[in-house]
């Protein structure tokens, strides 16, 4: 069965701190990974990092890396700001068909000044 | 860019009432999905049209939903006699394969709340 876990559920840290969010993923046959941030009551929006190889892709604060050995993607955030707060949600995209896309179930995240 | 808008934002009704919803895509989006989220889950997946042809359907799509897309453009989703547990936040996402290797663009969401 296609999963993708993520971890912590949650997380609280202090503005200004880093933090690494985790990803485990069995999915095949896997095109790529995106990582999307999603306020409460609004839609998922793409943090524009996608990784399909082994890499690491970075768009300002974020830098999500990729092992496709271990199928295991973070997604690392720098200097945290409150309205970082959010959930953020490992997205694995199938290399099949439509390309139909797996979601975690998030790490919700708590910037406390 | 407008993006994708969803109507209504939140819908509150009645155990056995039909609901409808809207999905206006990004306009040049050929792609159109449809997701349902429960609290504290990922979205899952509904259905996928590829301009008006509806393409895949998950099997959580019951025969109490069904969705449409008759021009290529906007899109309905409706639910026949909810049941509570279809309480949820139905999202709503297009694509287009040019754009960003088919990256899907959000809508806000509507939230059903069947009482």
């Known amino acids: 069965k296609n999963q993708v876990e993520q971890s912590p559920q949650s997380l609280i840290i202090l503005e200004g701190k880093n933090c690494t969010l985790q990803?485990?993923?069995?999915?095949?046959?896997?095109?790529?990974l995106r990582w999307y941030k999603q306020d409460t009551g609004r839609g998922p929006v793409s943090l524009k990092i996608?990784?399909?190889?082994?890499n690491t892709k970075s768009n300002g604060r974020y830098t999500a890396t990729l092992d496709a050995d271990t199928k295991q993607s973070s997604l690392h955030i720098t200097a945290s700001q409150l309205s970082d707060s959010a959930s953020y949600i490992c997205?694995?995209?199938?290399?099949?068909?439509?390309?139909?896309?797996?979601f975690g179930t998030g790490t919700r995240l708590l910037v406390s000044p | 860019d407008t993006g994708v808008s969803q109507d209504p934002r939140h819908k509150i009704t009645k155990r056995g009432q039909n609901v409808t919803f809207r999905c206006d895509p990004i306009?040049?989006?050929?792609?159109l999905y449809w997701y349902r989220q429960t609290l504290g889950q990922g979205p899952e997946f509904l259905t996928y049209?590829?301009?008006?042809?509806?393409?895949?359907k998950s099997r959580l799509l019951s025969d109490r939903f069904s969705a449409e897309r008759p021009k290529g453009s906007f899109s309905t989703l409706e639910i026949q006699r909810t049941e509570q547990g279809d309480s949820a936040m139905y999202l709503c996402?297009?694509?287009?394969?040019?754009?960003?290797?088919?990256?899907?663009?959000f809508g806000p969401g509507t939230r059903l709340t069947v009482l």
């Open positions: 996608m990784t399909f190889s082994e």
């Open positions: 049209f590829q301009n008006e042809a509806q393409l895949e």
């Open positions: 990803c485990n993923y069995t999915v095949s046959p896997f095109s790529n």
């Open positions: 996402a297009s694509s287009s394969y040019s754009t960003d290797h088919n990256e899907q663009f």
């Open positions: 306009s040049e989006h050929n792609r």
């Open positions: 997205v694995v995209r199938l290399n099949t068909g439509f390309q139909k896309l797996v």
